[in-house]
C-alpha cells in the first residue's frame, strides 16, 4: 500500500471549479518570483530533484512554477495531481511501481527521469476550489517524514495566501475603477444640472 490520503475530500462540481479557475487569470501567465521561491524551497528542504506548483485545468495540468522540469505542461489523464486535488489533504504516493493506479503510467514507465515518488498538496482557494497543488517528484521510491508533510503543506498554505492577495487585490481595483466612474458621472451630472440651471436664474435675477 504505497498511496496515502485524506478521506475527506472535495465536493465542488467541476465545471464551476473550472469557472472560478479561469477567473483567476493565472493559466499561461509567466514566471513570478514569489512563486517560484516557494517551488524552490520544497524541493530544496524536502532533497527532491523536482517541484513544481501545478495548475490542473480541464485537459492538462499546467506549471506555473517549477524546478528540474523542462516541460510547461502534461495531459491532466496522466497527471498525479489531478487526483490530489480531490483531497483537502497531502496526497502521497511513495512507489509509484506498486501502486495500482500509477504503475502503467508513462510517467512512471518512462526510461529517463521516470516519477517513482509523489506528493503533492492541494492549493484551495476560498475553502472550496482546488485549482492545483504543490509537488515534489523523486526519481526513487522514498517516504516522507512528517516534519516534511508539514513543511510542504505550510508551502501550499503560502501559494494559497498569495493568490487570496492577489484576489483582493483585484477587487480592490475593481471597486477603485467604480468609484471614479460614479465620480465621472457626478462630475457630468453637476456640468449638465449648472447648464440647464443658467436660464433659469438669469430670469429670476
Not at 31 to 52: G, H, I, R
Not at 117 to 141: E, M, R
Request: with cysteine.
Amino acid at each position: 500500500f504505497t498511496t496515502m490520503t485524506n478521506s475527506n475530500t472535495i465536493d465542488t462540481p467541476e465545471k464551476e471549479r473550472i469557472e472560478f479557475l479561469n477567473s483567476l487569470e493565472l493559466l499561461d501567465t509567466f514566471p513570478e518570483d514569489e512563486f517560484d521561491m516557494l517551488t524552490q524551497m520544497a524541493s530544496k528542504y524536502l532533497n527532491a530533484p523536482v517541484s513544481f506548483f501545478s495548475i490542473v485545468d480541464s485537459h492538462r495540468q499546467w506549471f506555473k512554477s517549477k524546478v528540474g522540469l523542462q516541460v510547461c505542461e502534461t495531459p491532466r489523464d496522466i497527471s498525479f495531481c489531478s487526483h490530489a486535488i480531490k483531497q483537502r489533504d497531502l496526497y502521497v504516493v511513495e512507489n509509484a511501481d506498486e501502486d495500482p493506479l500509477f504503475a502503467n503510467n508513462p510517467l512512471v514507465t518512462a526510461q529517463e527521469n521516470a516519477v517513482k515518488f509523489y506528493t503533492g498538496v492541494p492549493i484551495i482557494i476560498d475553502n472550496k476550489y482546488a485549482i492545483g497543488t504543490l509537488c515534489v517528484v523523486d526519481h526513487k521510491p522514498r517516504k516522507l517524514a512528517l516534519e516534511e508533510q508539514e513543511l510542504l503543506k505550510n508551502l501550499g498554505k503560502q501559494i494559497e495566501k498569495l493568490i487570496e492577495l492577489r484576489l483582493l487585490n483585484n477587487k480592490a481595483k475593481a471597486q477603485q475603477k467604480e468609484l471614479q466612474e460614479q465620480h465621472e458621472r457626478l462630475k457630468e451630472f453637476a456640468g449638465v444640472i449648472s447648464h440647464d440651471m443658467k436660464m433659469p436664474l438669469a430670469n429670476l435675477i
